[in-house]
């Protein structure tokens, strides 16, 4: 069964550091997702893209974050300058279209010191 | 203010002790209700998409419904391994972005 992969696990990283998350969709998906959630909160939505540009993006993605789609299977979250309280899990999602099933993939642990 | 609330927070069930989770949703103009399943350190994992009012999915244990202006998840006879927290989040105008609630965290004992 298709799944969403991301890489790495587990990141730590120095304030004011960039980092990059990556992430493999499912091959057919074309609505691709990325979602935050600080320990002990609520799951919140950062950015969404499509057709290789960014559809929509919550007030948390500042001009500190960034998506691309590098090529045809990757996609990847860069923090510029990272913050302490940018510490969460980080997950990325896939959807074939919307309003559809969103997979998310097993996320990565950002800790910044 | 709140737009996906969920009840209860938490909930303990003994084994085979059927129950219910609530989604209630305030967000005009819905499109989708997904259930997801969340267990500790992992990523939500996919449970039931519902579309309209009177719809219903099962699977295995679960059952999920949803009306106007919230969903229910009922699970029969539950057992440890459904222990977990159970996410419900909405997809509604014209929006992609899923909202989700605060999550119920279920504990099924033996």
């Known amino acids: 069964e298709p799944e969403v992969t991301q890489t790495p696990s587990h990141q730590v990283t120095q304030m004011g550091q960039e980092v990059i998350l990556r992430c493999v969709p499912i091959s057919n998906h074309l609505y691709f997702y990325w979602y935050r959630q600080i320990l002990g909160q609520k799951v919140e939505f950062l950015v969404s893209f499509y057709n290789n540009e960014i559809s929509e993006k919550s007030e948390i993605f500042d001009d500190q974050f960034s998506v691309e789609r590098p090529d045809g299977s990757n996609f990847t979250l860069k923090i510029r300058s990272t913050k302490l309280e940018d510490s969460a899990m980080y997950f990325c999602a896939s959807s074939r279209g919307s309003p559809d099933t969103q997979y998310f993939g097993p996320g990565t642990r950002l800790t910044v010191l | 203010e709140d737009q996906v609330t969920q009840s209860p927070e938490a909930l303990r069930l003994q084994e085979g002790e059927s129950s219910s989770l609530n989604c209630s949703y305030t967000?005009?103009?819905?499109?989708?209700l997904f259930w997801y399943r969340q267990d500790p350190g992992k990523g939500p994992e996919f449970l039931f998409t519902?579309?309209?009012a009177g719809e219903e999915k099962e699977k295995e244990r679960l059952k999920a419904t949803l009306t106007k202006k919230e969903s229910f998840l009922h699970i029969t006879a539950p057992k440890p391994e459904d222990s977990a927290t159970y996410l419900c989040a909405v997809q509604f105008g014209g929006y992609n972005k899923l909202i989700f609630g605060a999550g119920t965290r279920l504990a099924v004992h033996p």
């Open positions: 967000v005009s103009g819905l499109r989708g």
């Open positions: 519902l579309y309209s």
